[in-house]
C-alpha cells in the first residue's frame, strides 16, 4: 500500500549547522509530496511540496528534491536556526483518490544555541 | 483571514462515552478531512467530506462516524470510546478534494482527546 517512512528521531543539531531529514515513500501512481511542520502546541503547517518527478519544493531556507527514480523526497537547510526546532512530516497524496495524505512518523529536531 | 478552527480544544471523557468533535473551514473551502494523531506518531487519515459527501475513510471502525453541514463546516464522532481513543484529532480543509491537482490542507489546532 501507499506509505511514507522518515529518518527516525530526534535530531538535535548546532545552530547553523546543516540539516537532512530522509524520506522515502511507496505509491501506486505518481503521487504528490509535502513536508509539514508542528511547532510545539500548534497543528500542522504545509512547508512545501512537489507534484511531479524532479520538482524542488522550497520554503523558509528549506529545500526539497522529488526524486523517481530512488522514491525519496528529502528535507535539507543549509544553516538551521533555533526556531527551526519542530517536529517534521513528510506526506504524500496519490491524485484521484480524494485528499487522502499518508503521513510518515515524524521526525524531532531540536536546534541549540 | 480566520484559518481552521476546532473545539473544544480539549476533552475528558470516560470509557464507553460518546464524543463529538467541531470543525470550521477556512472560508470558501469545501473539503473537510480529519485525521487522528496519536502522541508521537503522524496523522492518521479517518475521513474526507467534500460537498456534503463522504469521499474517502480511512482503517478506523464504525464506531467512527462523521458529517459535513451546508456551510461546510463538520463533526466527527465516535461513540463507545476506548482508551487507545485518547489521541489529537486534526481538521483539514482545502479548495477542493478531488482530481489531479494536489490542493493544499490548511490544518486547525486540533482537539486533544483523553478517555479515562
Redesign the interface.
Known sequence: GDS?T?MEGPVTLSEEAFLTINCTYTATGYP?L?W?VQYP??????LL?A?KADDKGSNKGFEATYRKETTSFHLEKGSVQVSDSAVY?C?L?I????????????TSLTVIP | DAGVTQSPTHLIKTRGQQVTLRCSPISGHKSVSWYQQVLGQGPQFIFQYYEKEERGRGNFPDRFSARQFPNYSSELNVNALLLGDSALYLCASSLQGQGRISFEQYFGPGTRLTVT
Not at chain 1, 491524485?95 to 515524524?106: C, D, E, L, V
Open positions: 511514507v522518515q504528490s509535502f509539514y502546541g500548534e497543528g500542522l503547517q504545509l511540496k507534484t512530516f506526506a497524496r491524485p484521484n483518490t480524494g485528499n487522502q495524505f499518508y503521513f510518515g512518523t515524524g
